[in-house]
């Protein structure tokens, strides 16, 4: 059986499945912008699809939401074929893109009850849920105002609020919270924990580190069109060390030498970091030994040399550190893929 084949069977047969793909392809020119992508979302969580720019995010969930045609591979949504049964996988779904969909000229209760309408709810109806909705997004006080006057958290809160006016089964967040502030990247947060509250699903697309590991309960990273990675942040974390060691040095000049002592007793990568009294230390998973027992004996040999560390933790390698081992490059490094899939985006959109 081909792994198209099994795919299918197995969406028919597993409704607890919100999204399941398999070898998910999608060319531009010469470009594969997405390149054999497996992806097995669950009903009723958040799951990040985490990669830098130019990954082949936007361009998967294009896909998934009907909005691109594959060139290879085979998609499901709730057991429906998003080529095949497009109209059954649109009536489940809605879609939250990068960029503001609604009318900066209208007020935000206008574009509410315009977008009621052309769903097919009554006037009334339509008003009532868009006031409901605008208090639940914290909006009312701007509910009066053209979305041209909104600040960029409003912005967002607006569009999420526009695309669950009918509560969708499966809602896409692609990168909902670039370029906003902390305030309102908080908030948005909470309004995707609130719509998972309520049972929808929600496939996040993301490039931030900390909002994949806020949200989401399973992760697959992305990078240059392949899944390289997936599983619970957890998982992930493990998968690349037993543990980190987060240190500070009274003395910057005692750095270089700092650095080939973790080397050597924790038989481990050492990064420098930013702060200059500052150094990372991600152990591996191969020695007998607990993450404990390896950072006690290192900042032992510390000692015996003469360095002092002024502050010192150990924890799980945090998802910067995974992604980096995973990739050899930050989420902000970007793929040759990034150009294209952007003007393929704005043309699909």
């Not at 008003?127 to 701007?142: H, I, M, P």
């Not at 992930?236 to 973790?262: I, M």
């Not at 007998?288 to 040999?301: G, K, Y």
Request: hydrophobic share 40%; aromatic share 4%.
């Amino acid at each position: 059986m081909s792994p198209q084949s099994a795919a299918a069977g197995r969406a028919a047969e597993a409704p607890d499945l919100a999204i399941e793909t398999a070898s998910l392809v999608k060319t531009f020119g010469e470009t594969r912008a997405v390149d054999g992508v497996d992806l097995t979302v669950p009903t009723g969580t958040v799951y990040g699809v985490l990669g830098p720019n130019g990954a082949g995010k936007t361009t998967t969930v294009k896909m998934l939401a009907t909005l691109l045609r594959p060139d290879g591979g085979e998609a499901h949504v709730f057991g429906h074929d998003v080529v095949r049964e497009a109209d059954a996988v649109r009536s489940r779904v809605s879609l939250t893109g990068q960029y503001a969909s609604v009318d900066e000229d209208l007020t935000g209760t206008e574009n509410l009850v315009l977008l009621g309408r052309l769903l097919g709810h009554h006037k009334r109806t339509a008003r009532d849920r868009a006031a409901q909705l605008l208090e639940a997004f914290g909006l009312t006080d701007a509910a009066a105002k053209q979305v041209k006057h909104y600040s960029g958290g409003m912005r967002r809160r607006i569009d999420i609020a526009a695309s669950i006016l009918n509560t969708p089964d499966l809602l896409f967040l692609d990168e909902p919270t670039t370029g906003l502030d902390p305030r309102s990247r908080n908030q948005v947060w909470d309004i995707v924990r609130a719509v998972v509250a309520q049972g929808t699903t929600v496939l996040l697309t993301t490039q931030y580190l900390d909002e994949a590991d806020q949200l989401a309960s399973r992760i697959a990273v992305i990078d240059k069109g392949k899944v390289i990675a997936e599983g619970t942040k957890g998982e992930l974390k493990a998968s690349v060390g037993a543990g980190s060691v987060h240190l500070r040095l009274r003395d910057p000049a005692q750095r270089p030498e700092a650095e080939e002592v973790l080397r050597l007793a924790l038989d481990a990568t050492v990064q420098r970091e930013p702060d200059p009294v500052a150094l990372t230390a991600r152990m591996g998973t191969s020695t007998s030994d607990t993450a404990a027992e390896q950072a006690a004996r290192a900042l032992a040999e510390l000692a015996r040399c003469g360095i002092t560390v002024d502050n010192f933790s150990l924890g799980q390698p945090s998802l910067d550190e995974v992604f980096l081992a995973l990739t050899g490059h930050d989420t902000e490094a970007g793929s040759t893929t990034g150009s294209t899939e952007a003007s393929e985006g704005e043309v699909a959109a």
